[in-house]
DNA sequence: GTTAGCACTCGCCCAATCTGAGTGCTAACA
DNA sequence: TGTTAGCACTCAGATTGGGCGAGTGCTAAC
């Protein structure tokens, strides 16, 4: 069977009546609330072939009928479609300008909470193709060595590390002019075998110590496979009865304390670029099992200099997937600008 | 009305029972209960006393009794005078040695949520009369110079400085040296006007610059008010019905998530040293407004140099008080031998 | 192809009823 | 005087059954 135009109307007519009220939507409704001008008995009709087509489900036996997974799908394939040929709206909620970029990061999560009334997540930038901008090593004793590495985007790590030789002020001197004038400007993934090769030959008998200040750089790197994410209302699941039923609520919340499957969905999110960096799972779509009976709507922001991060919401299936695009791309388009002031 | 020795006992008996079954305990069940040897109708009379003196309370006429705050605050006052005398147990659930401490105090948040099944919280240390051990400035580029603080217990604070004026790599030298030598070893709190006065001056023409350093530093010790919090098993509060009742779930996964109620919670902790350090809040007594329905017992670590943190368990106020005041303290004597190796 | 009409289904609401755990009181007993 | 058995009473919670209404599928007619 093919989904007809006035199929799609009728289709499109009970997901965004059910987004509305919660409820499951008789043909009556429909047949008031479109302007084809189709008795109920019409429609009635036509939700019996969208059920068979797998679109629309009934709950029980003389309910009316909610979308199914299928269905939404299609509703918000439509939607994205028309999106793209909108104008873009200019929202005024601005984020206000924020020095550190972690505190920017945790107030863009908690405005999109706010204004969404769904669960928000924002994941901090990934480096990607990042360069060194410095390696600053400090001798904090006689067998310390206090590691800082500074990348683009001004992101810092530390760390300190044991050494198995003692070491004196002039050799940290002379290690810090040797590390910076070889790596400086360098990718994160251009510093090969070789190189460290030669910079420990360069370093002649401290090459132990090169050997384990790059060990702490790739160590340091390395940290970011479980980056930080911001969450921000989690508790806003509970407006949505259907989130709560059960053990679903229980399972949602740890999702959002353990942090680790936000983790790999914002790995997994980073990996394909899209439709305007926006993409819509729907219940079993969702990579993340704890949320197949929600939706999640993720959007990847760019700060340039291959700084990257996922930005998502997550709601029920019945959400109003409209609102949070657009909230999205809003945000998106704050966060890109404000960095670049 | 005294409370007798009797009394007491079937008092005891009473919270006992509520705790394990959560339901409402009648005379019948008592009369078994203890060894006292009473029948169910000399029971009620005592349980008639005990609610007229407010340790007991009946849900609705014609149920069985639960324990007031008061109740149970007579309850854990008894029980930890008792556990005073007990030799201290040891136990085999041993954190193991992570490198990091914020790798540990997650993972010791993470221990006590499953053993003991309510939700925990673990602060990172707040500095207290910390000294400073190294402060290393570096030139990112001509009017930008990274600051590096570290202090006692390897805390390492960055911030990125932009200047008023530029400045250059000799300078940057000078004045690493200038404020290490005079800075060095000093508490945080004596760092004082005077003293940024005179280096101020020893800065000569640079003393624009040292100044900018010093509000670094005070912010990064400032930025210390809003300490980090670790949590685990906030979904463990869906284990007890009384906690997930109305919207009491939802404000307690905020609390659990913004953290700024934690916050002044350890805080208000830490300001008073206790009993063990062990704190128990019940019910209305909890400085937090929004786990008015829960119990709250906190302990205080210490990793030596003024470095305290505080660890809590929230859960119902039926929560097994014995149980988790074993785990505090034992998971206290770990931290802090950990620590000491 | 569209529509009106009709019988049928089934979740939900409400009220009535029943059950059982638990109480308070009283009178009797040691 | 403290303890106990007995009894009437209370009340939340579970169970039942009827009525309502929203909604469906089918059929026959337009």
Do not use: W
Not at 25 to 38: A, E, F, M, P, Q
Not at 85 to 99: C, F, G, T
Not at 275 to 284: L, S, T
């Amino acid at each position: 069977m093919e989904l007809s135009e006035r199929k799609m109307t009728i289709l499109k007519a009970i997901v965004r009546n059910y987004l509305e009220t919660g409820e499951p939507v008789g043909s009556r409704t429909i047949s008031k609330y479109t302007d084809l001008n189709l008795s109920s008995a019409t429609i009635r009709n036509e939700m019996a072939d969208l059920e068979e087509m797998g679109y629309i489900v009934q709950p029980h036996t003389s309910a009316g009928r909610i979308p199914s997974d299928a269905g939404y799908r299609v509703y918000v394939d439509v939607m994205m479609e028309e999106k793209t040929k909108e104008v873009e709206e200019i929202k005024v909620n601005l984020l206000e300008k924020e020095a550190k970029l972690d505190q920017l990061l945790k107030q863009t999560a908690k405005l999109l909470a706010t204004n969404t009334n769904y669960a928000s997540m924002v994941s901090a930038p990934v480096i990607q193709g990042n360069r060194l901008k410095l390696i600053q090593l400090s001798r904090m004793s006689d067998r310390q060595l206090l590691v800082v590495i500074v990348a683009d985007g001004n992101i810092i790590k530390n760390s300190i590390i044991p050494l198995s030789e003692s070491i004196n002020e002039e050799t940290v001197l002379k290690l810090n002019i040797l590390l910076n004038t070889n790596l400086n400007g360098l990718e994160i993934e251009n510093i090969t075998l070789g190189l460290i090769a030669s910079l420990k030959q360069l370093a002649g008998i401290h090459s132990d110590i090169v050997g384990e200040v790059l060990d702490a750089v790739a160590d340091a790197i390395h940290a970011d496979e479980d980056l930080e994410i911001y969450t921000s209302g989690a508790n806003n699941i509970f407006k949505y009865p259907e989130l709560t039923d059960n053990n679903m609520a229980s399972s949602i919340i740890n999702t959002f304390e353990e942090k680790q499957d936000l983790n790999s969905l914002v790995v997994r999110n980073l990996e394909s670029e899209d439709n305007n960096g926006i993409r819509v799972y729907i219940g079993e779509e969702s990579p993340v099992a704890s949320m197949k009976d929600c939706s999640i709507v993720t959007a990847t922001y760019n700060l340039g200099d291959g700084m990257k991060g996922t930005i998502g919401i997550i709601g029920p299936k019945r959400m109003d997937y409209d609102k949070v695009v657009d909230n999205l791309k809003d945000v998106m388009h704050q966060l890109d600008s404000i960095y670049k002031k």
